[in-house]
């Protein structure tokens, strides 16, 4: 299973919000942000920290989808 954080990525477009913006104002670190960029795990906290900032839960900012590598080797 894979980590997607395409929700995230499009509420911050519905907000008119810069990864850079979100990443000061909820007092995260640039690799915090790049990380996700590429669907890697990130600490729990990282992702209260999102949902305080932008009032939201975490079912709005992050989903778990089956891994495209493994459902390939399956076949």
């Not at 990443?23 to 729990?44: C, D, F, P, W, Y």
């Not at 920290?49 to 390939?72: F, H, M, R, S, Y």
Request: aromatic share 2%.
């Amino acid at each position: 299973m894979a980590i997607s954080y395409n929700k995230l990525w499009k509420l911050l477009i519905d907000k008119g919000i810069t990864r850079t913006e979100l990443r000061h104002k909820a007092g995260l670190t640039s690799n915090v942000i790049a990380n996700m960029g590429k669907g890697e795990s990130v600490q729990l906290e990282v992702l209260r920290k999102i949902c305080q900032e932008l009032n939201c839960g975490i079912e709005d900012i992050v989903e778990i989808v089956p891994d495209t590598d493994a459902a390939e080797k399956e076949r």
